[in-house]
């Protein structure tokens, strides 16, 4: 299974570094567009979405979420820190493995 970022290019940069698959959004319809191109993909397993491209198209995400059972879809903070109200990736990640990083 491969992985598909959707984000802004800084965040993009880091991903590609790393050999993941990114689409770098600004609009609504651009974010749009790219979860459509990962949905598409058969081998796509998981979508990293930054939360500001997620929120450009929140019904969509929620729908997939909610009636797809495949890829699995994850939100990151983008380079400006989370949205107000949105856990950081260090609390996701201490949620998830049980421990405080750093």
């Avoid at 802004?8 to 609504?28: N, P």
């Avoid at 609390?91 to 990083?101: D, K, L, N």
Wanted: net charge negative; hydrophobic share 40%.
């Amino acid at each position: 299974m491969q992985f598909v970022c959707i984000g802004d290019e800084e965040t993009a940069q880091g991903f590609r570094l790393a050999g993941i698959t990114v689409m770098v959004v600004s609009t609504a319809e651009e974010a749009s567009t790219a979860m459509e191109d990962s949905l598409a993909r058969p081998d796509c397993g998981m979508v990293i979405i930054t939360q500001t491209a997620a929120s450009l198209i929140r019904p969509k995400v929620e729908e997939i979420r909610l009636e797809r059972d495949h890829p699995l879809i994850v939100e990151i903070p983008g380079p400006d820190g989370p949205l107000p109200g949105r856990r950081s990736l260090r609390e996701f990640v201490a949620e998830a493995v049980g421990v405080t990083v750093g």
